[in-house]
């Protein structure tokens, strides 16, 4: 079984920093891309930055200066720091990753995602 855990995340001031990290576990052969996405009440989900794993950077326009995405191969995690917080950035944010994982021999590839965490920026 593959995992993502999350952890980081809660309430900062507006001009505030946070920092979110995700680990996976299990059975993994490799990790391919890595991200994370956001969803705020009434909107669809999108991506926020992602990582390949050979950390090549993505991020989304309204982020671009103030988030950071990085990863640690041999961890298997992922983390997002986040300066400068704006209140527009509230959401719950969760990690993705696309993951060639075996099981009794059987190798696939699939998109896994973290348990989400929320982010709340006040004003």
């Known amino acids: 079984q593959v995992q993502l855990v999350q952890s980081g995340g809660g309430l900062v001031q507006a001009g505030g920093s946070l920092r979110l990290s995700c680990a996976a576990s299990?059975?993994?052969?490799?990790?391919?891309?890595m991200g994370w996405y956001r969803q705020a009440p009434g909107k669809q989900r999108e991506l926020v930055a992602a990582?390949?794993?050979?950390?090549?950077?993505n991020y989304a326009d309204s982020v671009k200066g103030r988030f950071t995405i990085s990863r640690d191969n041999a961890k298997k995690t992922v983390h997002l720091q986040m300066l400068s917080l704006k209140p527009e950035d509230t959401a719950v944010y969760y990690c993705?990753?696309?993951?060639?994982?075996?099981?009794?021999?059987?190798?696939?590839?699939?998109?896994?995602w973290g348990q989400g965490t929320q982010v709340t920026v006040s004003s």
């Open positions: 299990g059975n993994i052969a490799n990790i391919n891309d």
């Open positions: 993705n990753a696309n993951i060639r994982s075996y099981n009794r021999g059987w190798y696939s590839t699939n998109d896994y």
């Open positions: 990582i390949t794993s050979s950390g090549s950077t």
